[in-house]
């Protein structure tokens, strides 16, 4: 078992997240990165760019991670035993690239309410401030801040959502081994600088474990009964995969992705190549 503890979830009660976390050997983290770098080879752009999204649908080791009993244990501390899994994010930093995450909110965007739902950043390759690891603003979870959206060059996000005027001072850097993850809130204030190391930085993230009695209000998701039972049946349900890179899951997730950019870019005609 895995829960956290009763100072891991004072941590994430009081600073919006909890970090390092244990959850995959160094050689499961090391099996996911061949089978993400077989998949680019294989399938050459069907993971860039806007293809990022969702490759657990056809990628058994990214499939077994997401329903991982360590990070459920995890996530179960803090948003209870029935939960959905509704979309993962790979968030890959090339070397000698100009990739970054802007200050930002995850709450804003992505349209799932209540905010009962926890993201898990689980470390492919180690992730530390060479290679630009995440940073949180704590205890900015207490609330939902302005954000201006900027499309900028580089910026990973969609819109590129920025919150300004960080008080940097008050910003902690979260570095992790591979294997290591950390939850946060879906309103904490973080982001990421760019890869200065001579190696890729991987991170793997289920962008979102929600509790069964969140909705999505700008669009549709469907999503996969991790644990427990779903009482509500707000989403439609899609089953878990048993073999990689097959035609009808690449077609599955091609469809959960469209649905995605619906709900990134709502009210919006423009669009970054995220």
């Known amino acids: 078992m895995a829960y956290l503890s009763s100072n891991q979830l004072k941590q994430y009660e009081n600073h919006g997240y909890v970090s390092p976390i244990e959850v995959l050997s160094s050689h499961e983290a090391l099996e ?4 993400i770098e077989l998949i680019e080879k294989k399938l050459p752009n069907e993971i860039d760019k806007s293809g990022r999204y969702n490759v657990h649908l056809i ?3 990214l499939d077994s991670i997401v329903h991982n009993s360590k990070i ?7 948003i209870g035993q029935n939960i959905l899994v509704c979309s993962t994010t790979l968030f890959i930093k090339n070397p000698n690239e100009v990739g970054f995450v802007s200050y930002h909110q995850d709450a804003k965007y992505i349209g799932l309410e209540p905010h009962n739902w926890v993201t898990a950043w689980v470390a492919l390759t180690d992730s530390n401030e060479e290679n630009g690891c995440m940073k949180m603003w704590p205890k ?10 900027k499309f900028n060059k580089g910026n990973l996000l969609t819109r590129g959502q920025t919150i300004e005027n960080i008080p940097e001072n008050e910003v902690e850097s979260v570095e992790l081994k591979a294997g290591q993850m950390s939850l946060h809130h879906p309103r904490i204030v973080h982001g990421s600088g760019i890869n200065r190391s001579n190696d890729r930085r991987i991170g793997f993230v289920i962008q979102s474990y929600i509790s069964t009695n969140v909705r999505q209000i700008l669009g549709k998701n469907s999503v996969q009964l991790a644990r427990g039972i779903d ?8 089953n878990r995969i048993n073999s990689l890179m097959s035609e009808k899951n690449i077609l599955l997730k ?3 992705n469209n649905s995605l950019q619906e709900i990134f870019y709502k009210g919006t005609n423009q669009k970054s190549s995220y």
């Open 254 to 256: 091609k469809k959960e």
């Open 59 to 61: 990628s058994p080791k």
């Open 32 to 35: 996911a990165r061949k089978e």
């Open 72 to 78: 459920l244990d995890a996530v179960e501390s803090i």
């Open 231 to 238: 009482e509500y049946n707000y989403h439609e349900k899609i």
């Open 140 to 149: 900015s979870h207490l609330d939902l801040k302005h954000h201006k959206e």
